[in-house]
């Protein structure tokens, strides 16, 4: 049996079991077997190595959510800005994972892959459970149940930031979140997208198209950029309907991550529907109290260039958040740029158009289907900088002729 076969085998059958467990057992006992089940799950595929390199890690990952939740017992219901610490210390963490060089962590011998699985959204989602509890929309979690959401297989290598609100639901009162062939489907349609129809795209993309160390005619950069935007779509998306599948399949609801952004307008309207629940997390988390803050020194009047450096701050974030080097911050750059934009074009917009107007403006097809061919092309340009090191870079200029 080949290894691929072996893989999705196990995760079959660790959704067979999940499902057992929370459709035929209730309360502790079943919130423990389901902890111990995912934590085994994450160890077979994260961590396992027959001569056991990865298992300090492994414990590691564990003892950093065990502080985590230390900060959280301590901080989060009390008063004033103690809960600050607890809502920093997932994020602390995970900045010290990111940036810290790997001989931190072991030296050469050990690869630099395991100490990052999920834990970028691992930070983000025990720091919003943190706002959850101290805005009152949940109760301080157990330590089990801490621990079960923390380590719930589906959501930890690329999201979606489930927040603890959802996952609460499943452990107090399992009702089906999809019927059980649509979980299914779902689940399927997602491994069709991320393991053949991406792969197909990933074929014409950089790595395959431009890095074979031969010359190629310009039109080829845009080919490239194009495939590899279709590329991560299918491969993010695809592995976030597994995610809604298989915890579907388990009664866990989890948020979706994606809603059709390719046919998105504008850049604003394109991260509203890329990657939702990190736009959802940066709106609640710094958006909306940064626009207020700025928006009263500056006053009403200047109230709308408030919004726009929240927006350029916003999204210059969540490029340095998708990777370590100066691409990265050039990538958070344009994506500010684009949103930007789009805010100030739509106030020009309704300005010198009116209401009506711009109404009419925004029903008109021809409108529409440029607006998306521009958002579309834009975004793919853009990923140039997201998907290639700055080596890679100049391989891929220096190659076109």
Known sequence: MSKQS?????LFAYIFVGWGVMTWLKGKMREALFLLLNLAALYVFFFNAPDGR????????????????????????????????AFFTPLLFWALVRYLPPSIYGGSHLPYGPLFVGISYLAF????????????????????????????LPTIPVGPINPYSKYQRALEGPKAVLPMGGALIRLLVGLVKFKFVGSVFFQLSYANLLLDDHY?????????????????????????????????????PVAENFENPLAARNMREFWNRW??????????????????????IFGPSKANHAVAISIFLVFLLIGIWHGVGWNYVAFG???????????????????KLGRQGFQAYNENRWVQAMAVTITFLYFSATLFLFANTPEEMKKIIACLR
């Open 6 to 10: 072996i893989l999705i085998f196990e």
């Open 54 to 85: 990865y298992l300090a890690t492994y414990l590691a990952y564990i003892v950093l959510a065990l502080i985590c939740y230390v900060a959280l017992r301590l901080t989060a219901s009390k008063p004033g800005s103690l809960p600050w610490i």
């Open 125 to 152: 989602r025990l720091s919003h459970l943190v706002v959850e509890v101290r805005n009152g929309v949940v109760a301080r979690p157990g330590l089990v149940r801490y621990l079960g959401y923390c380590f719930f």
């Open 216 to 252: 190629h005619p310009w039109i080829d950069l845009p080919v490239a950029m194009v495939c590899y935007l279709l590329f991560l779509y299918c491969n993010f998306s695809g592995f976030c309907d597994m995610a809604i599948g298989a915890a579907a399949l388990m009664g866990v």
């Open 275 to 296: 990657h939702i629940t990190l736009s959802q997390y940066m709106r609640d988390i710094l958006f909306s109290p940064l626009s207020k803050f700025l928006a009263r």
């Open 333 to 351: 750059l344009t994506q500010s740029l684009g949103v930007t934009s789009v805010f100030y074009y739509t106030l020009w917009l309704k300005k």
